[in-house]
């Protein structure tokens, strides 16, 4: 798989009432197309931060973005970004809001909304696409606020607690749908999680970021050789309490120190 973005040398400082707060430093990573990463670490050590860099909402102190071998600076439109919240307007329908970024973009075109209709058929919620956000269930909610931003064609999906704030048993099928959707349109997705059997269940690789100033601590790589793999199968494999094993031995060793 070819490389479709590095993270080179990111630093980031700010200013606080207290003085000067060292958020980051010298963020080091790649990631291959296609490629499920996960971000872990301790409370505090820039994993929203370091997202919202990559995606152009923040900017760095030092360091540089690729994509596909091309600097970036500022907001790329090669980058989805899914928030904690659905942030699905109310007042929208499902057809609506899944329209909006196109809308916003200036490219509701024929053929985009022709794309639209496809995903919204392919993920079963067609059907709902006259309905209100308040008319489905949590779960539906996060799929129609994936479509939205896979809508506007990103190479790169950035989620940043996408599922936590659904409960354990709909997050749990929530991860599964979203994982599949982004298998089958061939997404690179890097994602910030609190949850380790998340992280695990999830990704290709999980990355731990140290205490603050959040920086690679190290890099696990996740293969549970299962063939057809998602979330909820992972979670069954012997393997799975291994992983978790190790990284919740890592994480506190930090809240330890």
């Known amino acids: 798989m070819e490389k479709i973005l590095e993270v080179k040398n990111i630093s980031k400082r700010y200013q606080s009432p207290k003085g000067e707060v060292q958020a980051l430093e010298n963020v080091n990573f790649r990631v291959k197309s296609g490629e499920f990463v996960s971000i872990i670490g301790p409370s505090g050590c820039g994993k929203s931060t370091l997202l919202s860099i990559i995606s152009g909402l923040e900017e760095k102190t030092t360091g540089e973005i690729y994509i596909q071998g091309k600097k970036v600076d500022g907001i790329s ?29 200036g490219i509701k075109t024929d053929e985009s909304k022709k794309y639209v209709g496809k995903l919204l058929k392919k993920y079963n919620l067609y059907d709902f696409k006259d309905k209100y956000p308040q008319e489905l269930s949590g779960g539906m909610r996060q799929r129609v ?33 979203i994982y599949n959707i982004l298998r089958k349109e061939k997404i690179t997705a890097l994602i910030v999680t609190h949850d380790i059997s998340e992280a695990i269940s999830m990704s290709d690789r999980v990355f731990v970021l140290s205490k603050r100033p959040g920086t690679i601590k190290d890099i696990h790589k996740i293969d549970f050789e299962i063939e057809n793999r998602n979330p909820i199968n992972c979670r069954e494999s012997p393997k799975f309490s291994k992983y978790f094993n190790t990284l919740w031995k890592e994480l506190r060793e930090d809240e330890d120190d």
Do not use: H
């Open 77 to 105: 439109s090669d980058i989805g970004y899914m928030l904690q919240k659905d942030c699905l307007l109310e007042w929208r329908t499902i057809w609506s809001n899944v329209m909006l970024g196109l809308e916003l973009k």
């Open 145 to 177: 606020a994936l479509i939205r931003t896979l809508a506007i064609n990103p190479k790169i999906l950035l989620l940043d607690e996408a599922f936590s704030a659904l409960d354990y048993q709909t997050r749990i099928m929530v991860t599964n749908d």
